[in-house]
């Protein structure tokens, strides 16, 4: 596959663990993240690059890396898939995950099998993604309500509705791009 795979997260424990899981899969190079303009230079090469970040104690201390890829002005950085695999299926993990923008949450127990039913997934496949001024990632909000963006506040102002494809060997191609009016919800009285 021409993809990169970054491993984010510590050199030992669970983030070596996920780099030898990675290096069984069909990527064209697993590296450890070390940072955007490493990134940016290695797109050049392998158009698709995954962000597969390793369990830590604290998932909120990856927020600042999920930003710097979902907020990155390049498209092939922006839309890449950011998959976090946690040790243990914690509704609150997931929900801040989703929060952040993350693709996919993959929960013990690990294998290569899985992984790459997740990565099959997320290549070749029209997926939609969801903007507002604080958000960007996935549209789940036809899926849990408790995993939507902006779910506990209401949604006002326009949001943007991005419908793109993942190809291996061109990179991202955005198929349709609108900016909707969110309708007012209506309460029974």
């Known amino acids: 596959m021409n993809i990169t795979a970054y491993v984010v997260g510590p050199q030992d424990g669970s983030g070596a663990g996920l780099m030898a899981m990675a290096r069984g899969i069909d990527f064209a190079a697993v590296l ?35 930003q710097a890829i979902r907020f990155s002005p390049r498209r092939q950085v922006r839309y890449a898939p950011l998959i ?59 899926q849990n309500p408790a995993a939507r963006p902006g779910s506990q506040t209401p949604l006002s102002g326009q949001q943007r509705h991005i419908d793109f494809i993942r190809n291996v060997i061109s990179g991202v191609h955005v198929l349709r791009d609108d900016y909707v009016q969110p309708q007012p919800k209506h309460v029974a009285g």
């Open 32 to 66: 450890p993240y070390a940072g955007m303009m490493q990134v940016e230079h290695q797109i050049s090469r392998t158009p698709i690059c995954f962000f597969l970040f390793a369990a830590v104690p604290d998932v909120e201390a990856l927020r600042g890396v999920a």
């Open 84 to 142: 976090y695999f946690s040790e243990s299926p914690s509704g609150e993990t997931i929900r801040r995950c989703a929060s952040m923008g993350f693709d996919d949450v993959i929960t013990m127990p690990f294998s290569r099998a899985r992984l790459q039913a997740r990565i099959d997934r997320q290549i070749g496949k029209p997926l939609r993604y969801f903007e507002t001024p604080g958000y960007f990632g996935p549209d789940r909000r036809s």
